[in-house]
């Protein structure tokens, strides 16, 4: 099943992921350009508020344009939405690259944010509603293999640009990211719409054309096509029978659980410190005892490639291991990781305070093979990441609501992540300052909270249908009870009973 159109269709939806990866991370380099901070505010470097403004305001932008982009996808379509967040990116890095002025690059960056924002939020969505349910998490997982290319790409066109003395070291980097944008653009248009959403628009003969092409090589009478074919119209029906589709209906019954885990996982996602690595590399391999110069190369450039590798055990395992299991292990990896670091550099790390630049800072230089240690760990780590939480974060949420209510939950969740993301690349400089090794153990102790948190109460979602998502969150809110039960059924095919008793409960609540 899953012949080689769904993967090209989702494969190709994920460029999104590739622009939302290479503008969050263009950005690190460019800022530390001279002829950047000349251009923008005629000086040599830019102050840390300048900074900060460049990189917060494109993370506003995309908590907006996540929200956004809720009522376009259920109004004009998954697919007319890609297009429309595509369309406001490249507005946004046009602005960027064109910029004549700071006013003119932070209005680049809110803009591009709100599209990158919708991206993040409609890619999963599309790909998850495209995706036969055995090989869901494999296709949405393109999508984070994609922001990690992206991340990749980013980090060495910039570092390859750097040395031009003129405006083009950066307007490069800024504007090469309008040529995937395009790809993207004229693509889309070619690309089917949902199914789910044809459905859900009464378009039902689309809908089955879509399917069998998608699934059977165009056979509209495949065994599959059929039941999916059959299971989607059931469920809208279903979903019109009990009227979910407010945003109050949210936080109704089983949705509400959904809702609060969709949030947890993004949050979590966060909140595993990935991006304390990703933003502050620099200064977290300087502390570490590698010299200022090649810190940034070693740190940004090794881990990048890493990152993306390393995402890849993922697009192939994910849905063998189950979302819960790889949740769990990646968690416990990367506490492991941090709590070892933290540690090391507790123990022979010399803390000292700089009065110019008024922060404590940790000196490793005196004991190589601790030093090396601590590297070595922050690169274990970011794999722990890269095949777990990365892609997990956004498979989970994309595959959990109900249909006539995804877009608005998917929105809300993905907001919650690049409120946690703004959140992180604020405290992060500050815990650093202040606490340093205390932020590796800060993060080491969250990801074991994550890892119990997940083994309490996530329901697994591997190889159930987007249709079959009521009765797995129907079951008792301790999720490991349930484990067993799930763990050796075959997909059952829609039970309207099943289905009624779940949607009854929602109305009761
Ligand atoms: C996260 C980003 C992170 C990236 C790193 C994504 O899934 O949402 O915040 O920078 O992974 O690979």
Redesign the pocket.
Known sequence: MGNWRVYVVCLYAAIGGFCFGYD?GVVSGVLTMKPFAQTMRGKEELNALEKGTITGLLLAGCFVGSLLAAPSAEMLSRKRTILLGCLVFILGAALQCGANGYAMMVTGRAVAGLGIGALSMIVPLYQSELAPKNIRGRLISLQ?LM??AG?MVAFWVGAGTERIASDLSWRLPLGIQIIPAVILCLGVLFLPFSPRWLVSKGRHEEALDVLAKLHAHGNKEDAYVVSEYNDICQQVELERSVAVTSYLDLFKGTVRRRLVLGILVQVF??FTG??SI?YYAPTIFKQAGIPENSATLIASGVQGVL?MLATIPAVLYLDRLGRRLTMITGALWMAVAMLLCGIVMAATGHVSYNSDSGANEIDMSGNKSASYFSIVMIYFFVAGF?YSW?PV??VYPAEIYPLNIRAKGTSITTAA?WLM?FVISEIVPIMLSTITWGTYIFFGCCCFVMAACVFLFFPETKGKSLEEMDAVFGGSVLAFRDIKKHANSTMPTLDASVEKQSFGDEEKH
Do not use: D, H, V
């Open positions: 969050t984070q922001i990690t991340l996602q966060q990935i991006n990703m990152n890269a990365g974060g956004w992540n993301n």
